[in-house]
């Protein structure tokens, strides 16, 4: 008798009529061979799908160039399907499912012609953790099967431990034929389901990552009482070995990676990593919350990772396991068949192809790697690499960073008054448009505990949700708003950011346990400048209190555009945070 899998793989073979099922066992020797088929095989885009790297220099490394369209995520082109428009709010894109599927299956109707499909069984989250999920891809691209082999748990044991429930996440993913005008990234929340086509970038097509583990888990977090975030997850050791985790929450390309693997330019402070981009958070059985990350690797952004910004990264990228390490749309070095990418810290090749493949001509001012290429490497590589990373458990969690990008207004560091307060900095968190969406670059938007792109419901019920998960909690977390991005009058930045961000992680460890003080502002409780550990630090007072400082007539600006943002969901905005933003303006005033 057919498994409930077999069944409905056997429904996506006749729908998509690939010349060849493919079941993956997550194996080495698999992956091996499907790079080794990839490297004689173009991508729809007359690339090779794989190209191998110097493997002295870049051990196990392979280079993937995609079609020029299909570079970063596609937030139009994404759909949440429900009967329940509302349910969704006004910050996604809504589609009835009923619809959804009638606009795709034509698109799907004979994609995989003279393709094969891969079948991926893989788990999200530490199969012994309660709230790890299985799952189920199919793929017409080896380079989507590498790529998920990396970031999840990819095993043929999934397939027994689904056995023959049909309690499994299912992801349906074919590149069709790459035309933005046939791209849809689709989710039926209802259904644990995944519909994606025409595009092979990793937002978009590795479906366990954005399109389950935030905008689906989302909807079961909210179902289930936990909160799928879009967080980096850190564990800040002091020097007595104490560690003290915290959940940090950033948009896309705002240095979630550089902080997961920040190296400490505080003596006897050292950050470990449990993961870059996305934790699932729940309240534990004494009370606490905690964190788990359900992913296995990371899919960073390229540009501005050197031995210096972030030599964990560096170091990882070159360790070279049974994990193979991919690159995507950096520059190509043709002499020493090596990637490149700008702010690696090496000189830029003399003979190179740009990311689309082209002779780059250093002289131009045209960028050798997109500004959103990437690295997927495997999270056994990091040599940061936190010990609970394997404890289905997770790690107990004392503070929740947010963090925005932002050129001015918002300081370097605000303490949340409690978690009612908190919730409230993240619901007014804004930051600069970056590379990693299609759409204009530095354009601010409201951009939630950076759940904008990722939250699969109304957020107007987000809100909500993480008002009654504080309630739940018995001593809550500590609350935080983070900005490095603040610009001077000649638009340079003020605070230097990466290794020397544990001055910040330092003061919140001692706020946490009550060293150090904090003086009230209309927007939250700033450190005093003498308690911030600067020592070593070449930067004058007069800039520590431009980074410090709380504009009033820009807040009283920035209170109208978080008042217009947060108008938008009526009724369904908790009174609580209504009273937060009234208190925010009368503190202004
Ligand atoms: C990512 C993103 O790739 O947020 O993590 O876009
Ligand atoms: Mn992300």
Same mark, same amino acid.
């Given at each position: ?249 950033? *948009?896309?390309?705002?240095? +979630? !990676? /550089?902080?997961? $693997? #920040?190296?400490?330019?505080?003596? &006897?402070?050292?950050?470990? =990593? %449990? ?27 390229? *540009?501005?990772?050197?031995? +210096? !910004? /972030?030599?964990? $990264? #560096?170091?990882?990228?070159?360790? &070279?396991?049974?994990?193979? =390490? %991919? ?263």
């Amino acid at each position: 008798m057919a498994t409930a899998v077999e069944k409905w793989v056997e429904e996506m073979a006749q729908l998509c009529k690939p010349d060849k099922i493919y079941w993956c066992d997550g194996s080495e020797e698999e992956a091996h061979r499907l790079i080794e088929i990839g490297m004689t095989q173009e991508n729809i885009n007359g690339n090779p799908i794989f190209t191998k790297l110097d493997q002295k220099e870049w051990p196990n490394s392979y280079y993937h160039r995609s079609h020029p369209s299909d570079v970063a995520r596609t937030e139009h082109l994404t759909f949440i399907c429900r009967k329940d428009k509302e349910s969704i709010g006004p910050t996604n894109n809504w589609m009835d499912p009923d619809e959804a599927k009638r606009k795709l299956e034509p698109l799907f109707d004979g994609c995989m012609k003279g393709r094969t499909m891969y079948v991926m069984p893989y788990m999200m989250g530490h199969p012994d953790s309660p709230y790890a999920k299985a799952c189920v891809q199919i793929t017409d691209i080896s380079y989507v099967v590498i790529s998920m082999r990396i970031m999840t748990r990819m095993s043929k044991s999934v397939l027994d431990k689904i056995g023959n429930s049909d309690n499994f996440v299912r992801g349906v993913h074919s590149i069709g034929n790459l035309d933005p005008e046939n791209r849809y990234i689709m989710h039926f929340p209802d259904e644990n389901l995944v519909w994606s086509i025409g595009s092979g970038y990793g937002g978009n097509a590795l479906l366990g990552k954005k399109c389950f583990s935030l905008r689906i888990a989302s909807w079961l977090g909210l179902k289930e009482g936990w909160l799928a975030e879009h967080m980096a997850l850190i564990g800040v050791e002091d020097p007595q070995g104490k560690i003290t985790y915290m959940a940090v929450a950033m *948009p896309s390309a705002c240095g +979630k !990676t /550089n902080l997961a $693997m #920040l190296e400490s330019t505080l003596p &006897g402070y050292k950050v470990w =990593t %449990l993961g870059d981009d996305i934790a699932w958070l729940n309240v534990g059985d004494d009370g606490q919350l905690y964190a788990i990350n359900p992913e296995a690797g990371y899919f960073g952004v390229a *540009p501005g990772t050197s031995m +210096k !910004t /972030n030599g964990n $990264m #560096l170091k990882a990228l070159k360790k &070279g396991t049974f994990f193979p =390490t %991919l690159f995507t749309n950096t520059a190509l070095d043709t002499d020493k068949n090596e990637p490149w990418w700008e702010g690696l810290g090496t000189p830029a090749p003399a003979h190179a192809l740009d990311w689309q493949g082209n002779e780059w001509d250093p002289s131009k001012t045209s960028k050798a790697a997109h500004a959103n290429s990437r690295f997927t490497v495997s999270a056994q590589h990091t040599t940061n690499l936190a010990k609970e990373y394997s404890d289905p458990k997770g790690v107990p969690i004392s503070a929740i960073i947010l963090g925005g990008r932002r050129a001015n207004t918002v300081p370097l560091l605000v303490e949340a008054f409690n978690w009612q307060h908190g919730v409230f900095i993240g619901a007014r968190s804004g930051s600069e448009t970056t590379a990693a969406a299609i759409g204009q670059e530095g354009v601010i938007r409201r951009d939630p505990m950076a759940m904008i792109p990722f939250c699969g419901y109304n957020m107007g019920d987000y809100f909500a949700h993480w008002l009654q998960v504080g309630k739940n909690i018995k001593k809550a977390p500590k609350i935080y708003s983070v900005n490095w991005f603040r610009l001077d009058d000649e638009g340079k930045f003020i605070w230097p950011g990466f290794g020397d961000n544990i001055r910040v992680l330092k003061w919140i460890i001692d706020r946490i346990n009550g060293k150090v003080g904090a003086k009230e502002t209309p927007i939250g409780l700033l450190p005093n400048l003498n308690e911030l550990s600067l020592e070593g630090l070449d930067i004058s007072s007069a800039r520590m209190e431009k980074l410090l400082e709380v504009n009033p007539s820009e807040w009283v600006k920035e209170a109208a555009d978080i008042e217009a943002f947060l108008t938008q969901f009526g009724a369904k905005l908790p009174e609580a945070l209504a009273q937060e933003l009234k208190s925010l303006k009368a503190n202004l005033s």
